[in-house]
Structures are given as C-alpha cells and as structure tokens.
C-alpha cells in the first residue's frame, strides 16, 4: 500500500485541543462503516496551523478504521467523498492518499473482497488476541494491481451487481412481508370459523409475481442520470453532487413512480450513498458516458461509443415527463453546486412537511433545513433560504407531497 500513497494517521484527541482557535469538523470510527460514510453527527475540534498540512481530507482520500471489538469490523474502510470541507481526522482512522486518486474506489474494493479481508486480518491479529491496524500495518498491506482500465471495469461491474442485490432484497422483504400477513390472514379466518377461498391466496400469490424485478429499477434510475449527464457533461460546473441534486429535483418534481430511491438528510443530502455510484456503473455498462476525476477538483463524464443511446428509451418510459425533466435540466445547465444544493434541499424539507401532514410555512421549512437537517446547511445564510423559497413559488416549483420523507441522517 505504501508504494501506491502516503498512508497518514490522525489527530489525538487531549484537553489541550479545547483551548485551540480554529475549530474544524473531523471525522471519527463512528462516521466510516464499510464503503459508507454516516455524516448525521459530525463534531468539531481545535486542530493547529501545523497540523493542517497533515490532517485535512482530500476527496478520494481512503478511510480505514484502525480498530474494533469485532474481528469483522476492524479495517472497514470508505471513500471519502468531500461533501463536508475543510474536515480532518482522529487518529483512529487511518488516511490513505493515494498517488493515482481514480484507483481510489479499486483499493477499497479490493480491502473488501474476501481475500483483501484475509490480508487485512493476518496483518491485524495480535498474540493478545486483539485486532488492530497501524500507519505502518495498512503501509504492509499487498494491493493487487491490474491495469488501471481494468480496475475501473471491475468497480463498475461491483457496484452494478450490489445495486441489482440491494433491489433484489427490497423486493424479498416487501414479499415476506406479504407473505407473512397472509398467513395471519389464513389463520384467523380459519380460527374464526370462516373458509377462505382459493381466489384470495392466488390474488395475493399473483401481487407477488407482479412486483417489478430490481433489474427494472435499477435500469430505470441509471436512465435517468443518462439524460442529465447526457445533457449536461461538457459544463464544467457538472460533477457528481450536482448530479444527485438534478437528479433528485426532477424524480419529485416530475413525479417519477419507478425510482423509488430513499434519500437522506447527511451533509451533502438529499444524499443516496450509492446510488449516483450504481448509475455510473451502468451508464458504463452500456457505453453512454463514464466517470473521471478531474485534474483539479471533482468528478467530470466523458462520452463513451454509444452516448446518447438511452434517449430510445426516454419516449418508452417517461414520454409524458420528458418536457420537465428537460426543464429543469436546463435550468440548472449553469448553476453552481450550492446554488443546486439550496434548490434541492428547500424542495425536500417542504415536501416532507407536506409528507408529515404539518404545517407548512416558511419559518418551518427553515426550522427544518437550519436546525433538523446537518449543521453544514447553516453556512448559507438565512436569507437566501427565504430567497430561494419565495424564487419557488414564484417558478411553479411547489412541492405536493410525492414520493418518500427524507431519512433522518444516517447514524451508527
């Protein structure tokens, strides 16, 4: 791992750091879970000028967690995605940088692959019985390396399959559930002297078989991010969070039924952790377009041999939608990212009270953005909140209440 980065251990934290000026957000074990960052509760500490250098995360930083009580917890590493900047790290975590950022999410699925669990314990296991990592441990750690085309085929393939799983488990629960509730149903018509016809369990055998497969689903949000990048992937101020921002505007404001994705109130929220992941994998998949990290900053989208492929499909699914969807791409086509975070996150605490049944106000909605969603969202001003709300109805954009309430921050 040394040969490919600098691997750099964190900040102790002392009573000394208490008395320090500058005071900056950091990360801890609990915020980095297996290729997920939980950013619902961040806390802050005093960090030196000298410190700086060493301490602050870059995006595509990797994430490992130095110990842990359980044998299967201890290593468990994530991408560090930039949402919260500037933002250092506890000791407890170990930061590698990696000379080749775009083999970021390559190194981090190879740590969780079996045989990169296997390297992780056997470097970790002590005569003690305890498990624990160190700079110089993770530094030790053998690292796979086939070309870098290769890796990035491999990570798309990864994370198109878990995505098909993840629907894929959605759908046996919701079946189970069903299944489940049936039974009772049997049971008490049985118990209360009453037969039930056959007519009943084959109209409830045949919701099952009518629930749309994963793969549908999963298809249906990658072409939807097909559009938006199709649209809009020569705009220098397009990358991946103000992908997930458009992309979550027009599935509300469209009132895209397929999708389905359950978003979250984190730092750069609405957030889906994986979701813009899976769709670059499959807009890979298909050759549309792929992603790259910039030179600079930030994640950009190239046109791959079949770009603007998915648009056969657009009339097929949604030809009733196309013209919003459409809109507000072009709305926000040169809109920076915070002005695409205020847009969509004014739009979701609305939609939620609409949700919650509660009142709806501007005072609440502020209530619910400044003090019930992530202290980041403080650094914009109150008044371009209210701005923004009054721009909203002013456009036509007033939610009513579609979809799923936002989750509360992800917390471990």
């Given at each position: 791992?040394?040969?490919?980065?600098?691997?750099?251990?964190?900040?102790?934290?002392?009573?000394a750091?208490?008395?320090?000026?500058?005071r900056?957000?950091?990360?801890?074990?609990?915020?980095?879970?297996?290729?997920?960052?939980?950013?619902?509760?961040?806390?802050?500490?005093?960090v030196?000028?000298?410190?700086?250098?060493?301490?602050?995360?870059?995006?595509?930083?990797?994430?490992?967690?130095?110990g842990?009580?359980?044998?299967?917890?201890?290593?468990?590493?994530a991408?560090?995605?930039?949402?919260?900047?500037?933002?250092?790290?506890?000791?407890?975590?170990?930061?590698?940088?990696?000379?080749?950022?775009?083999?970021?999410?390559?190194?981090s699925?190879?740590?969780?692959?079996?045989?990169?669990?296997?390297?992780?314990?056997?470097?970790?296991?002590s005569?003690?019985?305890?498990?624990?990592l160190?700079?110089?441990k993770?530094?030790?750690?053998?690292v796979?390396?086939?070309p870098?085309?290769e890796?990035?085929r491999?990570?798309?393939?990864?994370?198109?399959?878990?995505?098909?799983?993840?629907?894929?488990?959605?759908?046996?629960?919701?079946?189970?559930?069903r299944?489940?509730?049936?039974?009772?149903?049997?049971?008490?018509?049985?118990?209360?002297?009453?037969?039930?016809?056959s007519?009943?369990?084959?109209?409830?055998?045949?919701?099952?078989?009518?629930?749309?497969?994963?793969?549908?689903?999963?298809?249906?949000?990658?072409?939807?991010?097909?559009?938006?990048?199709?649209?809009?992937?020569?705009?220098?101020?397009?990358?991946?969070?103000?992908?997930?921002?458009?992309?979550?505007?027009?599935?509300h404001?469209?009132?895209?039924?397929?999708?389905?994705?359950?978003?979250?109130?984190?730092?750069?929220?609405?957030y889906?952790?994986?979701?813009?992941y899976?769709?670059e994998?499959?807009?890979?998949?298909?050759?549309?377009y792929?992603?790259?990290?910039?030179?600079?900053?930030?994640?950009?989208?190239r046109?791959?041999?079949k770009?603007?492929?998915h648009?056969?499909?657009?009339?097929?699914?949604?030809?009733?939608?196309?013209?919003?969807?459409?809109?507000?791409?072009?709305?926000?086509?040169?809109?920076?990212?915070?002005?695409?975070?205020?847009?969509?996150?004014?739009?979701?605490?609305?939609?939620?009270?609409?949700?919650?049944?509660k009142?709806?106000s501007?005072?609440?909605?502020l209530?619910?953005v400044?003090?019930?969603?992530?202290?980041?969202?403080?650094?914009?001003?109150?008044?371009?909140?209210?701005?923004?709300?009054?721009w909203?109805?002013k456009?036509?954009?007033?939610?009513?209440?579609?979809?799923?309430?936002?989750?509360?921050?992800?917390?471990?």
């Open positions: 791992m040394e040969q490919l980065g600098s691997v750099i251990g964190g900040f102790t934290k002392n009573p750091r208490s008395k320090l000026r500058n900056l957000p950091y990360l801890s074990v609990a915020n980095v879970y297996a290729n997920e960052l939980r950013l619902g509760h961040i806390e802050y500490v005093g030196r000028d000298t410190e700086l250098a060493k301490l602050l995360l870059h995006r595509g930083d990797l994430l490992i967690v130095e842990n009580g359980s044998k299967d917890q201890i290593g468990r590493v991408v560090w995605d930039g949402s919260i900047d500037p933002c250092v790290h506890q000791n407890h975590l170990i930061k590698v940088r990696l000379i080749e950022p775009s083999m970021s999410n390559w190194v699925r190879w740590l969780q692959s079996p045989l990169g669990r296997h390297q992780v314990e056997r470097v970790a296991s005569t003690s019985g305890l498990y624990t160190s700079v110089k993770v530094g030790n750690l053998p796979p390396l086939p870098l085309a890796q990035q491999i990570v798309a393939e990864v994370e198109r399959r878990l995505s098909v799983i993840e629907e894929m488990e959605k759908i046996v629960d919701a079946n189970l559930q299944a489940s509730r049936l039974r009772q149903s049997i049971l008490e018509r049985a118990f209360s002297g009453r037969f039930i016809k007519s009943v369990i084959d109209k409830s055998v045949s919701k099952i078989k009518e629930t749309s497969p994963a793969s549908r689903r999963h298809f249906l949000r990658a072409l939807l991010s097909a559009e938006i990048v199709h649209q809009l992937h020569a705009e220098p101020t397009f990358g991946q969070i103000k992908h997930q921002k458009i992309f979550h505007l027009c599935e404001i469209a009132e895209i039924t397929d999708l389905d994705v359950r978003y979250h109130r984190d730092a750069a929220g609405p889906d952790n994986r979701l813009i899976a769709n994998a499959e807009l890979k998949r298909q050759k549309w792929e992603s790259y990290s910039r030179k600079k900053v930030g994640h950009g989208y046109a791959l041999a770009a603007g492929g648009e056969k499909y657009l009339e097929r699914y949604w030809p009733e939608k196309l013209e919003t969807i459409r809109r507000l791409i072009r709305l926000m086509r040169h809109w920076d990212t915070e002005r695409c975070e205020i847009f969509a996150t004014a739009y979701a605490a609305w939609n939620d009270l609409l949700l919650w049944e009142e709806v501007d005072d609440a909605i209530q619910e400044l003090y019930r969603w992530h202290d980041s969202k403080q650094r914009i001003p109150e008044a371009r909140w209210r701005k923004a709300l009054e909203m109805r456009e036509g954009f007033v939610p009513t209440g579609f979809g799923k309430p936002t989750a509360a921050a992800s917390r471990p």
